[in-house]
């Protein structure tokens, strides 16, 4: 689960990347094994459940343009899987809790997975998008 | 759903990247309004399900190391929510078919959702990983 201090959908900025507030993520003690080599990292790809996303939009007007996109080639948290994804930086280690900054979920989101954030497979400073895809307006 | 020639996990590469294999994303007509603007972009990043994945695995030792990590330090397929995502090159797209390299994804894995690659939240060149964590190997 996430804790952060975004209480809802209205105090969550655009996108992670604009604000450094520091969240965290509280893995059950379950799963916590899975965590041994994160204290190696200094990315992490963070995957959670956007549950007050409408599941209905497919087509939606992005912050940055007048224009409508499919949600398919938006980052928007309306889709039919809110599947919403972070790369965040991870700030420290304790425990079952990581402290990450770049985070957008709200209060409470349901964490779905974390992997490593590797330059090698995730790094494409090559690639173009021909709209007016300004993610960070 | 995805065609790929990959049918099944023992043809399939360590990583997408490593194969300039061309897959078939098929999107199911009733979200294809969702593809609207894809064609102004070069690069996505698909999410997809990894059905023979083990979900009881939390800590594994990857093809570039004989030491063992949690799955969250690591790109294996096998997590507690086996949530797999390649970033991916556009190479065409056909209404409501979309061609893709790089995709790792086995023939008939689901496709849970597809986002816009950009560079600006995505791309961290100065990411580290301490380990040994060579992911290309």
Not at 42 to 54: G, K, P, R
Not at 94 to 116: F, P, W
């Amino acid at each position: 689960v996430i804790k952060s201090p975004y209480k809802d959908t209205s105090d969550a900025p655009k996108q992670g990347k604009l604000k450094d507030t520091i969240a965290t993520i509280i893995i059950d003690k379950a799963y916590a094994a899975g965590m041994k080599g994160l204290e190696e990292l200094s990315h992490i790809i963070v995957f959670y459940w956007a549950n007050q996303s409408s599941r209905k939009t497919l087509i939606t007007s992005p912050p940055w343009s007048d224009q409508t996109y499919g949600v398919f080639a938006l980052r928007s948290p309306h889709r039919p899987n809110p599947i919403n994804m972070c790369v965040c930086e991870i700030v420290s280690i304790d425990d079952n809790k990581i402290q990450v900054k770049h985070l957008d979920a709200i209060d409470g989101s349901a964490v779905l997975d974390i992997k490593v954030y590797s330059t090698d497979l995730d790094c494409y400073p090559e690639a173009i998008t021909r709209n007016d895809n300004n993610i960070m307006k």
